[in-house]
């Protein structure tokens, strides 16, 4: 099993719409996670950490943990075009990230 | 804070040539990653240092990729000799350990190998 796994293709949202992603994780990386959004062309940029089970929200963005089912999610409320880019799930493990493939998530306006 | 620099920010090269990328970290930080970037493998670790001693390099593909960091301030990974599979985003990225500071990316250097 891959430390971080993010399987979904794709997600095309309509603008003002709720975009949602997922990611599953080993025991290797169960530390902390993290949910990073790379631009076409441009290097990851972290925009929400999550260290225990349950919610935390921070503007728009909402992350959700499940420690028992070793799963994240990342919800985006009130998608913006601007919100259209690449999101990485990351898990910290051994001080060090592993990172998942990423999804794709556009915003249609 | 000028962040994580790597150059160079494209390289094109042929195949069977020496490539060297080059990162400073941000300064403070004790802790430097490099990762490679392609469509069908993601962001994978290739390895990492901790106060300039390499302390995991099993993402390291084969013998011909070697990296090092000779001081605090720079790190340097070296391709030789390189091949077209060898073309990805090589990403550096350095951390202050032990606290709630993110991961900090550079800009990525593209490589493609002819």
């Known amino acids: 099993q891959k430390e971080v796994e993010q399987n979904s293709g794709p997600l095309s949202v309509p603008e003002g719409a709720i975009a949602s992603l997922n990611c599953t994780y080993s025991?290797?990386?169960?530390?902390?996670f993290f949910w990073y959004r790379q631009y076409s062309g441009k290097s990851p940029e972290l925009i929400m950490s999550?260290?225990?089970?349950g919610d935390k929200e921070d503007g728009r963005f909402t992350a959700q943990l499940n420690k028992a089912s070793q799963y994240v999610s990342l919800l985006i409320r009130d998608s913006q075009p601007s919100d259209s880019a690449t999101y990485l799930c990351?898990?910290?493990?051994?001080?060090?990230?592993?990172f998942g493939k990423g999804n794709q998530v556009v915003v249609i306006p | 804070d000028a962040g994580v620099i790597q150059s160079p920010r494209h390289e094109v090269t042929e195949m069977g040539q020496e490539v060297t990328l080059r990162c400073k970290p941000i300064?403070?930080?004790?802790?430097l990653f490099w990762y490679r970037q392609t469509m069908m493998r993601g962001l994978e670790l290739l390895i990492y240092?901790?106060?300039?001693?390499?302390?995991?390099d099993s993402g390291m593909p084969e013998d011909r990729f070697s990296a090092k960091m000779p001081n605090a301030s720079f790190s340097t990974l070296k391709i030789q000799p390189s091949e077209p599979r060898d073309s990805a985003v090589y990403f550096c990225?350095?951390?202050?350990?032990?606290?709630?500071?993110?991961?900090?990316f550079g800009n990525g250097t593209r490589l493609t190998v002819t």
């Open positions: 999550i260290y225990s089970n």
């Open positions: 990351a898990g910290k493990g051994n001080n060090r990230l592993a």
């Open positions: 300064s403070g930080h004790n802790s």
């Open positions: 990225a350095s951390i202050q350990t032990g606290t709630n500071s993110p991961l900090h």
């Open positions: 025991d290797r990386v169960s530390q902390s």
């Open positions: 240092f901790n106060n300039n001693v390499p302390i995991d």
